[in-house]
């Protein structure tokens, strides 16, 4: 694209509501104009100084199950908005799980072309920075264990894993990566570690489970040598075992996304339907309380089979740019998706709306619905 990131201009003036939860809400906008962006959701008031890039601001403190006013202002300027807080799933909150998925360290631009690149020389690329911010975010939030949903290096190259295990080293929690297409493309240089030297992070190996409180995760390379799109009828049996050996209910997650039909109807392809079929009922018959989650899309979308729901969440590196995080409670599981909020990250991906004629911007956040899902057992 013509002029490259940052642009001249933001565009025309947008609030939107990105994240509603039971007891937060998150706000973003770009195009505003420079001043204090002050935002109040029922009560609760929040005041963010901003230079007229894009921003956003989280509420938190807000009460479960009601209907609230949003009202977002910036000089003369005013939006008005609402939202409904769901209910948490009965019992008492026990555990938060922080995800990631399509970091891409060593990739460099955006776009069909890829021509949406960075204009000057940067010390640490937007993929890197993007990918931080985003685990920064998700551990700020209260997540004890992050879990990398596959694709965190571009080509599998010595240079991006030494910036993976860089980038990893920060977080202060305990990671575990399932493998992406990306860790497995042809012409590759190295294979991804069993464990990265100094972070600690670990690799998935096949099917590897997590007891943790109120739930099991049960994590699955889905990955082909070589291919872009996914396989699991060859670990159906391991993953039966992992979901079925367990009185708690499970949060499986894996790269590849179970498509809906036989054939991918948008790239990149995933598990094909009717494997992915086979997967999700060999799933809801060895343990009806399961929640299925996937990256590999750069988009965020949930649909539901039987008991199970399956969702697709986006990546951290283009628009909207996300992270995940996962509430577990006694009676279910709360699924949010959250832009990350870091001036230097929430700038490149709304610089990434742009892509494919703008439609990029439309089809990637999914709508609400999709990002914020609330499941009970």
């Known amino acids: 694209m013509a002029g490259g990131f940052p642009p001249r201009r933001w565009g025309p003036p947008r609030v939107e509501v990105f994240a509603v939860e039971p007891h937060a809400t998150q706000?973003?906008?770009?195009?505003?104009?420079?001043?204090?962006?002050?935002?109040?959701?029922?009560?609760?008031?929040?005041v963010v100084p901003s230079a007229g890039?894009?921003?956003?601001?989280?509420?938190?403190?807000?009460?479960?199950?009601?209907?609230?006013p949003v009202v977002v202002s910036v000089g003369p300027r005013r939006w008005e908005r609402e939202i409904v807080t769901p209910w948490p799933p009965d019992g008492e909150e026990l555990f938060r799980l922080g995800t990631v998925s399509d970091v891409h360290l060593g990739h460099r631009g955006?776009?069909?072309?890829?021509?949406?690149?960075?204009?000057?020389?940067?010390?640490?690329?937007?993929?890197?920075?993007?990918?931080?911010?985003?685990?920064?975010?998700?551990?700020?939030?209260?997540?004890?264990?992050?879990?990398?949903?596959?694709?965190?290096?571009?080509r599998g190259r010595a240079d991006e894993w030494e910036a993976a295990d860089r980038v990893l080293s920060a977080v202060g929690v305990p990671v575990w990566c399932v493998?992406?297409?990306?860790?497995?493309?042809?012409?590759?240089?190295?294979?991804?570690?069993?464990?990265?030297?100094?972070?600690?992070?670990?690799?998935?190996?096949?099917?590897?489970?997590?007891?943790?409180?109120?739930v099991r995760l049960v994590l699955v390379d889905s990955t082909v040598d070589?291919?872009?799109?996914?396989?699991?009828?060859?670990?159906?049996?391991?993953?039966?075992?992992?979901?079925g050996e367990t009185d708690l209910p499970v949060l499986v997650m894996l790269h590849q996304h179970p498509q809906r039909f036989?054939?991918?109807?948008?790239?990149?392809?995933?598990?094909?339907?009717?494997?992915?079929?086979?997967?999700?009922?060999?799933?809801?018959?060895?343990?009806?309380?399961a929640f299925v989650t996937s990256g590999h899309t750069h988009r965020n979308r949930v649909w539901r089979?039987?008991?199970?729901?399956?969702?697709?969440?986006?990546?951290?590196?283009?628009?909207?740019?996300?992270?995940?995080?996962?509430?577990?409670?006694?009676g279910g599981i709360v699924q949010t998706v959250r832009r990350t909020l870091a001036p230097d990250a929430i700038a490149w991906t709304e610089y990434t709306r742009r892509a494919v004629l703008g439609v990029w911007g439309r089809w990637s956040p999914g709508t609400l619905a999709d990002r914020c899902v609330v499941a009970r057992w």
């Not at 706000?27 to 929040?46: K, M």
């Not at 008991?307 to 409670?329: A, L």
């Open 27 to 46: 706000i973003t906008w770009a195009g505003l104009s420079p001043g204090e962006v002050r935002v109040r959701v029922g009560d609760q008031e929040a």
């Open 262 to 289: 036989e054939r991918p109807w948008f790239w990149p392809p995933g598990i094909p339907g009717a494997e992915a079929r086979r997967f999700l009922d060999a799933v809801a018959g060895a343990n009806p309380r």
């Open 110 to 154: 955006f776009g069909l072309s890829h021509r949406m690149r960075e204009r000057d020389p940067v010390e640490i690329p937007h993929p890197e920075r993007c990918g931080a911010a985003a685990l920064a975010e998700g551990e700020a939030w209260g997540a004890r264990r992050i879990v990398v949903k596959g694709d965190m290096v571009e």
């Open 179 to 214: 493998p992406g297409n990306h860790e497995v493309k042809p012409g590759r240089d190295h294979d991804a570690p069993a464990r990265l030297a100094v972070s600690g992070a670990e690799m998935v190996d096949g099917v590897a489970h997590h007891d943790l409180p109120g």
């Open 305 to 330: 089979r039987g008991s199970i729901v399956t969702t697709e969440v986006g990546s951290t590196k283009d628009f909207p740019g996300v992270w995940g995080g996962y509430t577990v409670y006694d």
């Open 53 to 68: 890039e894009p921003g956003g601001v989280v509420v938190d403190d807000l009460e479960a199950g009601r209907r609230l």
């Open 226 to 243: 070589g291919h872009g799109r996914g396989a699991v009828d060859h670990r159906l049996d391991e993953v039966v075992a992992a979901v």
